[in-house]
């Protein structure tokens, strides 16, 4: 599931320099959308690259052809209407002037906001979210309850958003009933409040590994190969580094070059991944060959706990080192298996042992690498369930 944080910003919040401040903090923190109301489109445009949604409070006037930059990528039914008690709800839903709306023909709104006030409300954001592909809610005298009922009725037909006020609520939303909502709507302009929010939906979304042990069984000099030194455009951290690794069931871990030496510098940026033929692990469980990656790309960050992000690569290194051939034994299911990879012949080249960060010249047979074990075959970087014999 993508997470996504939506940024409250409509005439509600203040005047336009008000909304525009809270906007620029949403821009520079990562928000995904920026609501507002339908006559601010295209002033929100000139600040930034973002999505706008924008609140259609006049849904049943179909305008002439519109000034450039002013049409949102999503419109919002419910403000001034139903879906904000504005107006009464109707006792038969088949007569909601929203929910016409959003069942017209001409798709002039995608998305409905309804506040939660009783379980009235809670029924009429369930059908709304029959056809909006947004279903913003936003609970009144804030309780997890309607939000969990919500979660558990609608299905994948709408992204379901919940208004939030703080990071902390943001998470809950999240969290809920361990699958979560889509997405949240943030009403704060304090740009610490935006960023942390932002932090939290990034945490959301990242994969957690289970990390193991495996025996070292060889460790011996192979000549020379053209090494690959993955530079990425984040620094990292003393406990993180890439899973790498010549077959892409058994990838070990290498951390960044983030340790000082007398005779090199450190590049907390930079991972010395190994040679051009093995694999690196990618956001969403693929792999990609070390030699195929380019300026631009994604790849995996993950530290000795299995917690992950994702980095943009910079830059790609290649040039010929000696090396070494790296090969483990790891405990399975099934029995053991043998991995394994090939490293530059390096001091700065440093893999995790049980005994810690270990430089790859001082490995020795028996010592116990952490490495990442998954039993499946792959094509094209994608897990397949097919019979794939790499040696």
């Not at 909601?96 to 409300?121: C, K, M, N, P, W």
């Not at 990425?232 to 580094?241: A, F, K, Q």
């Not at 051009?276 to 790849?299: C, F, I, N």
């Amino acid at each position: 599931m993508t997470r996504s944080v939506w940024l409250k910003a409509d005439g509600t919040v203040g005047d336009w320099e008000t909304r525009k401040k809270r906007i620029t903090a949403g821009l520079e923190a990562g928000v995904d959308w920026v609501l507002v109301d339908e006559a601010d489109v295209a002033q929100v445009r000139k600040l930034g690259e973002v999505d706008v949604a924008a609140f259609r409070t006049d849904a049943d006037l179909v305008e002439d052809a519109e000034p450039e930059g002013s049409t949102a990528d999503a419109y919002v039914v419910g403000k001034n209407g139903e879906g904000d008690g504005t107006v009464d709800l109707p006792p038969d839903f088949s007569g909601s002037a929203d929910l016409s709306t959003l069942r017209h023909a001409d798709d002039r709104a995608q998305g409905a906001y309804v506040r939660i006030f009783s379980e009235d409300y809670e029924a009429f954001a369930e059908e709304a979210a029959r056809d909006a592909d947004y279903t913003i809610v936003v609970g009144e005298d804030w309780t997890i309850i309607p939000l969990e009922n919500l979660i558990a009725r609608i299905g994948e037909e709408t992204d379901l958003i919940a208004g939030v006020t703080t990071a902390e609520e943001a998470q809950t939303a999240f969290e809920t009933l361990e699958l979560g909502a889509d997405g949240v709507l943030l009403d704060s302009g304090d740009p610490d409040e935006i960023r942390r929010t932002c932090e939290v939906r990034d945490a959301a979304e990242r994969e957690h590994l289970d990390l193991q042990f495996a025996e070292v069984t060889t460790v011996e000099r192979t000549g020379m190969a053209d090494r690959v030194c993955v530079d990425t455009g984040s620094l990292m951290e003393h406990d993180e580094g890439m899973l790498v690794g010549s077959m892409s069931r058994g990838l070990f871990f290498v951390h960044a070059e983030t340790a000082e030496s007398p005779y090199v510098a450190s590049r907390p940026f930079r991972v010395n991944a190994g040679a051009v033929h093995a694999y690196v692990r990618s956001p969403g469980g693929g792999t990609k060959y070390l030699a195929e990656l380019r300026s631009g790309d994604e790849v995996q960050v993950v530290d000795t706990e299995g917690n992950t992000r994702e980095t943009v690569v910079g830059r790609v290194k290649i040039e010929k080192r000696p090396m070494f051939r790296v090969q483990a034994e790891v405990e399975t299911d099934e029995g053991v298996d043998r991995i394994e990879t090939l490293l530059q012949n390096a001091e700065t080249i440093k893999v995790h042992t049980r005994e810690g960060r270990t430089a790859v010249t001082d490995l020795e047979t028996g010592d116990e690498m952490l490495v990442y074990y998954e039993d499946v075959a792959r094509h094209f970087g994608e897990a397949v369930e097919e019979s794939i014999i790499e040696k």
